[in-house]
């Protein structure tokens, strides 16, 4: 077959079409979100595999999991933070013994470029007991892919794939194999081990307990797990990426290190061991949390030496950089070119566009927020975040998907008034909506504001799981009070009307939701274009307010 | 032969589609590439970098290391003193003259261009005018990938090739507002 340009993200894609994958899920989240906009534009121009954004990681890796209920072949993928949403399906899908392949995509972000930790999601596939793959370049994420269905149903597991930001969004050339077909439809053998019953459960683990040998020994076996051979009684440990930025300083070196490159865990025991038995020290190179270098420092005696992020040779967090490999190498940084002055130069954050509509719904929040002493504006994450930067300053906190909703309801619940929290339609979609049953159950005393501008505007405007006119339908469902319950225009010749129904919905003691509709700018000029491309009639973009 | 180049910019000005341009006729010539780029938060109006690596042989890593750029390209003249560390002792600055102001601390512009033109090799480029004599400003893009053209390890011929493939399906008129700011990018730059 041909070859094919592929970022790190759309090599994963594509590895899992030419798998036979039968269907994909995903909630948009950088810097996985090209994993299924690759497989969308697929679809829609092959008919198959089957792919769609779902409601939250969750719900995504759930629809994966009646995949394989049917003996079929499915791809589940999220950011690093997503797997914390979908931990209960992912965890307890380790036990289940799937017929049907599963592999987990998760694109970790070391140096948290658009995200709100660096979690290491290696430590999830240990924890879970599975195999995860840590491919390095764009072909290794192609037939890692592959390979990972392979592997998946060979021993019942699902399987992970863990990118990092640098693999998902750089390109590369990618040799492509022979497509496989799908699967055929099959339920399982005996569904009794999708049963989770504390006596089927019980038996299940200790069946995932036992093939953990037979995962080492495949691990073991893999040549994605090299051994290369040095001299002197210096080694070097590579996993993932960490390798490229290795083999690009290493000709530097006076003598080639011993060199141990992890692509596949459970990480190769036997062979670390031979490894350690031709070396004293030992630089750990990881694009993450320590996670090899820890499991060596229990498998060594102490009269090695294990240097990595733990012991600073390469800084405890952010991410690898063909400069920090360098340095832990010890290897002198170049010297780029320097000026004196000016330097540096001030930072250039990111921030709301130019008229969008969360600037206006912040302005009006702003002015109700003004007319009190003090008040509670927690929030979340979308770009709306960026409404805590300057100029707005409106919101004070973003922890996770959802949480704007439970914080501003715990503030209340603590005493303290006026207490609003500020979501977008995606995000309360995602995890906001259960937070508001807690809200409606207790009719706390708080202000919920949805700011829907009917996309997922951070990562690329992705389409909302539901359209912009069913957030009141919802919302109503839930039992807030119709009286208290407003759908606005978040347009600038509303803002002082707004400004005066948050005003007023502040001075409630009780629950209010206010919704403040306006469609999102990159939206608007996407239809536009679209628009013109077709020839078509201009489609009117109204909100339903 | 290895060539690295750093394109800076902001977010919204198109330094992927600089980026992609140079990618696809450097591969179209046989060069192994790596192009790594900026998405997510980072897009939304804040600097945006992308690293575009080109060499006759494998390339490992997907960054370019300090002091190892052949070549910073900057859409915007702030954004390219924030990469002046990437750059090779005898690489070459070569950049858009025009500031996006959307920060409040922006240094005096005179003294930003000032501080390029003081580099051993800088090419400033007024960018906006020579898009706007090639019939849109939104060419401003292929105005500079028409600059680099003079150090890129890539002819002219295989670049204006997809910079035509690139906007086909815009039109013909985009094509060659295009194909003449690239044309226009690269006379500038021989001055």
Known sequence: ?545 | MKFDIIVAGVGGQGVLSVSAVIASAAMEEGLQVKQSEVHGMAQRGGAVLANLRLSDRPIASDLIAHGRASLVLGMEPLEVLRYLEYLAPDGTVITSIHAVKNIAEYPPLDDVLAAIRRLPHAVLIDGDTLAREAGSLRAVNMVMVGAASRVLPIRPETLEHFIATRFRSKGDQVVQQNLQAFRAGREAAAA
């Open chain 1, 1 to 545: 077959m041909a070859d094919a340009v592929l970022l790190g993200d759309e090599a994963v894609a594509l590895g899992a079409i030419h798998a036979g994958l039968t269907a994909s899920y995903a909630y948009p989240g950088t810097p996985s979100t090209e994993i299924t906009e690759f497989l969308l534009g697929y679809a829609a121009r092959h008919g198959r595999p089957h792919a769609a954004w779902a409601s939250n990681e969750k719900t995504a890796f759930e629809e994966a999991l009646g995949v394989c209920f049917v003996g079929r072949r499915a791809l589940v993928s999220m950011k690093h933070v997503g797997l914390n949403v979908a931990a209960d399906p992912f965890m307890n899908a380790a036990l289940v013994a799937p017929h049907g392949g599963l592999v987990v995509a998760v694109a970790d972000d070391p140096g948290m470029h658009s995200s709100q930790n660096e979690q290491d999601s290696r430590y999830y596939a240990d924890f879970a007991r599975i195999v995860c793959f840590e491919p390095a370049d764009q072909q290794e994420a192609y037939d890692m892919t592959r390979e990972a269905y392979e592997v998946s149903e060979r021993f019942r597991i699902p399987v992970m794939v863990r990118l990092v930001t640098r693999l998902a969004h750089a390109r590369s050339i990618v040799r492509l194999g022979e497509p496989r077909p799908e699967n055929p439809l099959a339920k399982p053998p005996q569904t009794t081990s999708w049963i989770l019953l504390p006596v089927n459960a019980r038996r299940q683990w200790k069946a995932l307990l036992a093939r953990q040998g037979e995962l080492r020994d495949y691990a073991g076996g893999s040549p994605y797990n090299r051994l290369t051979e040095g001299s002197g009684r210096f080694g070097v440990i590579t996993t993932g990426i960490a390798r490229n930025y290795y083999l690009e300083n290493v000709d530097d070196l006076d003598s080639k290190p011993w060199h141990l490159h992890v692509g596949v865990y459970p990480a190769p025991t036997p062979l670390i061991r031979r490894f350690t038995e031709q070396v004293d020290r030992v630089l750990v190179l990881e694009d993450g949390y320590p996670f090899v270098e820890r499991q060596l420092r229990t498998l060594l005696p102490t009269r090695y030496t294990v240097m990595g992020r733990e012991t600073g040779e390469v800084s405890i967090d952010g991410e690898l950089t063909p400069d920090t490999v360098r340095q832990a190498l010890g290897l002198p940084v170049a010297a780029g070119v320097s000026i004196d002055a000016m330097m540096p130069p001030p930072a250039r954050p990111p921030q709301l566009c130019q008229g969008c509509p969360h600037g206006d719904s912040y302005r009006a929040l702003k002015e109700a927020v003004a007319s009190v002493d003090e008040a509670v504006v927690t929030s979340d994450i979308g770009c709306y975040t960026l409404g805590a930067l300057p100029p707005y300053s409106a919101i004070e906190s973003c922890v996770c998907m959802g949480a704007s909703v439970g914080m501003a309801k715990g503030a209340a619940d603590a005493g303290f008034h006026p207490a609003f929290a500020v979501i977008g339609d995606s995000t309360f979609l995602h995890s906001g909506v259960t937070g508001l049953m807690d809200a409606v159950a207790a009719n706390t005393d708080m202000t919920l504001v949805i700011l829907d501008n009917g996309t997922v505007g951070m990562t690329g405007a992705q389409p909302t799981v539901l359209p912009s006119s069913r957030i009141q339908t919802l919302v109503m469902g839930l039992g807030v009070d119709p009286d208290h319950c407003h759908v606005l225009s978040a347009h600038p010749r509303h803002a002082a009307e707004n400004a005066d129904v948050l005003k007023r919905e502040m001075a409630h003691h009780g629950l209010s939701v206010v919704v403040l509709v306006r469609e999102c700018l990159e939206v608007v000029r996407e239809h536009k274009a679209a628009t013109r491309a077709s020839g078509a009639q201009p489609v009117a973009q109204g909100a339903t307010s």
